[in-house]
């Protein structure tokens, strides 16, 4: 189940920042009293009557600006209204309607999404009567006049927000499809195999790094079952994301990540492993999603009889942590292998979502333990009581022990390792929660 968006849009300097920085409960946004200060958006969860969704912290909306930064403030604004489920609209009522709020409003109409109208800065909240009748004149519907500043009618809003919400039920997606998001850097070639796996030219396809600006999905069905491919823009090390637009993007593949159950984390052949690649398989990993490292451009690549194993070599010792990742080299240009991707996908997420009896993994546990003791520490041996699998995406155990300290980062790989032995769990992550007996702190 996907948690739900909120975007928070309006004209520059309405207090977008600050009503945000409440909500989220920490100062995340710059809060300047200059226009156009939240150049770039911000997001963070906050949770509500027991909901919990992402507001997103927009720029503001110059709706006729020329100029450059102003009018990438709103194309950002725009994909988030594209990407919200519920729509804050923010307006000064000091200031009362502007035409910028005029044109603004026109824009979200057009969405044809639930629209809250929200009047900041009412710090004289009983005296604000006559000051919000003119806001009606905006089609929106009620205006609520709220003081970000003072924290004045901020529950009210949250409580429109929550009633606005998707039911719960409406974000639930089939259990029979596969979720699979394409990550990687710019131009490697995401696009290119989506557009291979369809058999039509779904994706702009372009030789330009950062073409693709929003995640995108396809539902593709075949005899392999059924997929939603989420082809997302490529994540660029920040020091390089100029465009104002592209950290959106970021944010963008971030959640396509979350909503994904399976990542085909893709690379260049021809360029190998970065150190920005590395953090975009830990966005994956940290995630707890199942993961296929594909090699693009295979066809490119200049080989040998021993290429294609001194390949997988360098990207294990490149990727440490996700050396549990199987590999497949493909070229998304001509076809080559894609067709085994399927398989392969069907693997990993079966795998990511595997459920091992307590009998069985008390076996592998007790067997593991007879061929290598726990630690000692100062005399004191660590003892291993039981283990159960706590849950599934990614495979989570809990182990029973008779002093945390004692079960150190070495031990508990050498665990997950044999639990791997046992069980496969081909591409997914193992997590291990390890409890003192009588203790219900995680580690």
Same mark, same amino acid.
């Given at each position: 189940?996907?948690?739900?968006?909120?975007?928070?849009?309006?004209?520059?300097?309405?207090?977008?920042? /600050?009503?945000? !920085?409440?909500?989220?409960?920490?100062?995340?946004?710059?809060?300047?009293?200059?226009?156009?200060? /939240?150049?770039?958006?911000?997001?963070?969860?906050?949770?509500?009557?027991?909901? /919990?969704?992402?507001?997103?912290?927009?720029? #503001?909306?110059?709706?006729?600006?020329?100029?450059?930064?102003?009018?990438?403030?709103?194309?950002?604004?725009?994909?988030?209204?594209?990407?919200?489920?519920?729509?804050?609209?923010?307006?000064? %009522?000091?200031?009362?309607?502007?035409?910028?709020?005029?044109?603004?409003?026109?824009?979200?109409?057009?969405?044809?999404?639930?629209?809250?109208?929200?009047?900041?800065?009412?710090?004289?909240? #009983?005296?604000?009567?006559?000051?919000?009748?003119?806001?009606?004149?905006?089609?929106? #519907?009620? $205006?609520?006049?709220?003081?970000?500043?003072?924290?004045?009618?901020?529950?009210?809003?949250?409580?429109? @927000?929550?009633?606005?919400?998707?039911?719960?039920?409406?974000?639930?997606? &089939?259990?029979?499809?596969?979720?699979?998001?394409?990550?990687?850097? $710019? !131009?490697?070639?995401?696009?290119?195999?989506?557009?291979?796996?369809?058999?039509?030219?779904?994706?702009?396809?372009?030789?330009?790094?950062?073409?693709?600006?929003?995640?995108?999905?396809?539902?593709?069905?075949?005899?392999?079952?059924?997929?939603?491919? @989420?082809?997302?823009?490529? @994540?660029?090390?920040?020091?390089?994301?100029?465009?104002?637009?592209?950290?959106?993007?970021?944010?963008?593949?971030?959640?396509?990540?979350?909503?994904?159950?399976?990542?085909?984390?893709?690379?260049?052949?021809?360029?190998?492993?970065? &150190?920005?690649?590395?953090?975009?398989?830990?966005?994956?990993?940290?995630?707890?999603?199942?993961?296929?490292?594909?090699?693009?451009?295979?066809?490119?690549?200049?080989?040998?009889?021993?290429?294609?194993?001194?390949?997988?070599?360098?990207?294990?010792?490149?990727?440490?942590?996700?050396?549990?990742?199987?590999?497949?080299?493909?070229?998304?240009?001509?076809?080559?292998?894609?067709?085994?991707?399927?398989?392969?996908?069907?693997?990993?997420?079966?795998?990511?979502?595997?459920?091992?009896?307590?009998?069985?993994?008390?076996?592998?546990?007790?067997?593991? %333990?007879?061929?290598?003791? $726990?630690?000692?520490?100062?005399?004191?041996?660590?003892? %291993?009581?039981?283990? /159960?699998?706590?849950?599934?995406?990614? $495979?989570?155990?809990?182990?029973?022990?008779?002093?945390?300290?004692?079960?150190?980062?070495?031990? &508990?790989?050498?665990?997950?390792?044999?639990?791997?032995?046992?069980?496969?769990?081909?591409?997914?992550?193992?997590?291990?929660?390890?409890?003192?007996?009588?203790?219900?702190?995680?580690?």
């Amino acid at each position: 189940m996907n948690k739900s968006t909120v975007a928070i849009v309006g004209r520059p300097n309405v207090g977008k920042s /600050t009503f945000f !920085n409440y909500i989220v409960g920490k100062r995340i946004s710059i809060v300047e009293d200059t226009p156009g200060v /939240t150049r770039d958006r911000v997001y963070a969860d906050a949770t509500w009557r027991g909901r /919990t969704f992402t507001f997103i912290d927009t720029g #503001g909306i110059e709706p006729d600006s020329e100029d450059v930064i102003l009018s990438q403030m709103r194309d950002q604004a725009n994909i988030a209204i594209e990407l919200a489920d519920v729509i804050i609209f923010l307006t000064d %009522i000091k200031q009362g309607v502007t035409a910028e709020d005029k044109e603004i409003a026109l824009m979200l109409k057009k969405s044809k999404k639930p629209i809250i109208l929200v009047c900041n800065k009412a710090d004289n909240y #009983g005296q604000v009567s006559n000051d919000i009748y003119e806001f009606y004149n905006l089609g929106i #519907g009620e $205006p609520h006049p709220v003081s970000a500043t003072n924290a004045i009618g901020i529950g009210d809003i949250l409580d429109e @927000i929550y009633e606005n919400l998707p039911k719960e039920s409406e974000k639930v997606e &089939e259990d029979d499809v596969i979720r699979v998001a394409i990550i990687g850097k $710019p !131009n490697v070639g995401k696009s290119s195999l989506v557009n291979k796996i369809l058999g039509e030219n779904r994706v702009i396809v372009s030789d330009i790094a950062g073409t693709t600006r929003d995640a995108i999905d396809s539902d593709f069905e075949n005899e392999y079952g059924k997929y939603t491919f @989420i082809d997302t823009a490529g @994540i660029r090390r920040k020091s390089k994301v100029k465009e104002r637009i592209e950290k959106f993007s970021v944010m963008r593949s971030v959640f396509a990540v979350d909503r994904a159950d399976v990542c085909l984390f893709m690379i260049d052949a021809n360029e190998g492993i970065t &150190e920005q690649d590395t953090k975009i398989v830990g966005e994956a990993h940290e995630a707890g999603k199942g993961i296929i490292i594909v090699v693009n451009k295979w066809d490119e690549y200049e080989k040998d009889t021993n290429s294609t194993e001194q390949y997988k070599k360098q990207v294990y010792n490149d990727l440490k942590y996700a050396s549990y990742a199987p590999i497949i080299f493909i070229s998304a240009k001509t076809g080559q292998r894609v067709n085994k991707l399927f398989e392969l996908i069907n693997n990993v997420a079966s795998q990511n979502a595997m459920r091992v009896s307590t009998a069985m993994i008390n076996q592998v546990l007790n067997e593991a %333990i007879a061929i290598v003791q $726990p630690p000692t520490d100062k005399g004191k041996r660590l003892k %291993i009581y039981y283990m /159960t699998q706590a849950s599934t995406k990614p $495979p989570t155990f809990v182990t029973f022990v008779n002093d945390k300290s004692l079960f150190h980062f070495s031990y &508990e790989r050498y665990l997950v390792n044999q639990i791997r032995k046992e069980f496969g769990l081909t591409g997914t992550p193992v997590r291990m929660i390890v409890r003192e007996r009588n203790e219900n702190k995680d580690r």
